[in-house]
């Protein structure tokens, strides 16, 4: 979360793929497009939702914690947002005060996960949805979010545990979504631009926590 909670991502917009459907649709005229399509988008009808199951959580181990509906936006990535990139933070507070915050309407703003000092990983919400978490629509639509228990000006807060755990579910991830290991494609809530945030810190530890991801990433799944 940095110094200041993030901007709300207020836009309940359809994404960019899914406004082109229509006039993509009509210029092929072919009935097997507009199953496709209707195949992907029934579900944004109004007072339709895609279906889910309660609980389900993305990262084998991580603890299911429902943040508010408030703090992030439905929709179906990577197919109507591409996922490129992972972003760190860190709570600038304790595991309960996060998930208290991104649990409260009125805080705007959360993360996908968050990993506590010990290395236990608790998720609140879905992978395909976009949180609220970075203060830009763009890298939040394109972009999973990670929280870490601590302060960005105390070092020890940052645990091996912590760091191995992150890196273990930061691995996962670009795995998933086929994202390059390396500082172009997981970056520093304060590297995202038009953002006042300053977390993870000067602590964080960019080339320890780099090593861990690449060696997660390549070590059986």
């Known amino acids: 979360m940095g110094q200041r909670k993030a901007s709300k991502d207020g836009d309940r917009k359809v994404g960019r793929r899914a406004l082109l459907i229509g006039g993509a649709a009509a ?5 097997a497009l507009a199953r496709d399509e209707l195949a992907r988008l029934w579900w944004r009808t109004p007072g339709v939702e895609k279906p889910r199951k309660a609980g389900e959580v993305d990262y084998t181990g991580a603890r299911w914690v429902a943040a508010s ?31 208290k915050a991104f649990q409260d309407p009125g805080h705007q703003a959360a993360t996908h996960y968050i990993v506590r000092q010990d290395g236990h990983v608790t998720q609140m919400i879905r992978e395909l949805d976009v949180a609220y978490h970075a203060g830009n629509r763009d890298y939040n639509e394109r972009s999973v979010g990670i929280e870490h228990e601590g302060f960005v000006d105390r070092p020890q807060d940052f645990t091996d545990e912590m760091y191995e755990a992150s890196a273990r579910l930061t691995a996962r991830i670009c795995a998933r979504y086929d994202i390059p290991v390396d500082r172009e494609h997981i970056i520093g809530h304060v590297e995202v631009p038009g953002t006042d945030h300053t977390d993870p810190g000067p602590h964080w530890d960019w080339d320890k926590y780099m090593r861990l991801v690449k060696r997660a990433r390549t070590a059986p799944a």
Request: no cysteine; charged share 25%.
């Open 27 to 31: 210029a092929a005229g072919t009935a």
């Open 69 to 99: 509906e408030a703090n992030w936006r439905r929709a179906d990535r990577p197919d109507d947002f591409g996922i490129d990139m992972v972003i760190v933070h860190v709570t600038q507070g304790s595991f309960d005060s996060a998930v």
